[in-house]
């Protein structure tokens, strides 16, 4: 279908701006902290605090209810592994939290080119396994880079018991870049081809291959025992094709999996609540499936 009419204003006012793989790193930081305000207000929690995971890791917690034993959603943030921190996803997750009625712990990951692979995924299974340690239910989620470290984690953590489902929002899970939206959407709809070859660049140093399971999650040849999934992909984005085969690969490894594409979306929209009716949508159909796998039974939306 044609672009979302609330995205293509969007675009429209972000026509004149430079490409993001331009941009040098303290721009790039700059810009994602900057597009936080896209999100929009978030409800009111009960309590969040900062923290130090047992490795040192710095992370933060939003907490909707006084209750220590609240299900638990592990949340890595996009940014192509350049970018993004605490701050420029905290109304995302204070929503998220919300709206699923659990804890999230948002996770301040390790970031190229200071800290290149393994070190983000690293960091993550480091979470995974700090969270396993608290005796509830667990959930990984992330969006673009960070679905990319939810689905390692995942992997790495397959047959812990507590570890009940995993969303990836437009995982970035293809170091090659070489599937079909990739030439279909590199220009003009927001982040391109360039632009996640940039974060590759950053991220894996040239003695990695590219098809490396830990990096580029799309390869994993052995999908078994995974949580159940929900992956969520936007039609018009780079990532999509990579998104839906890898969806596609853990149906056909026996793994319970939902996709759904967005009509008219493009990358980075579930970040953008304030402006995007998909967006609210999209954040609804992640809470709603992760209340169901965290047996959550309150039904709670964010309003479209």
Known sequence: MPLDPEVAAYLESQSELPLRSALDIAATRSMMRSNANLTGDAPALAHIEDVRLSNGLAARQYWPAADAKLPLIVYFHGGRFISGDLESHDPLCRKL????????????????????????????????????????EIAVMGDSAGANLAAVAAMDQRDAPHLVAQVLVYPMIDATCSLASHREFATGYGPG????????????????DPRTPRASPLFATDLRRLPPALVL???????????EAY??????????????????????????????????????????????????????????
């Not at 081809?193 to 990695?208: A, I, Q």
């Open 193 to 208: 081809t360039e632009d996640m070859k940039r974060g590759w660049c950053e991220y894996l140093s040239d003695t990695v």
């Open 233 to 243: 992909t936007a039609e018009y984005d780079t990532l999509r094709d990579e998104g």
């Open 97 to 136: 939290a919300h709206a699923a009625q659990a804890r999230v712990l948002a996770v301040d990951y390790r970031l190229a080119p200071e800290h290149r692979f393994p070190a983000a995924a690293d960091d993550a299974c480091s979470a995974i396994k700090w969270a396993i340690g608290q005796d509830v």
């Open 247 to 304: 969806a596609q690969n853990l149906a056909a490894a026996g793994v319970p999996t939902m996709h759904r594409r967005y009509a008219g979306a493009i990358h980075g929209f579930f970040t953008m609540q304030r402006i995007l009716r998909v967006a609210r949508e999209a954040l609804d159909d992640a809470a709603s499936f992760l209340r169901e796998h965290l047996g959550i039974g309150v039904e709670v939306g964010i309003g479209r």
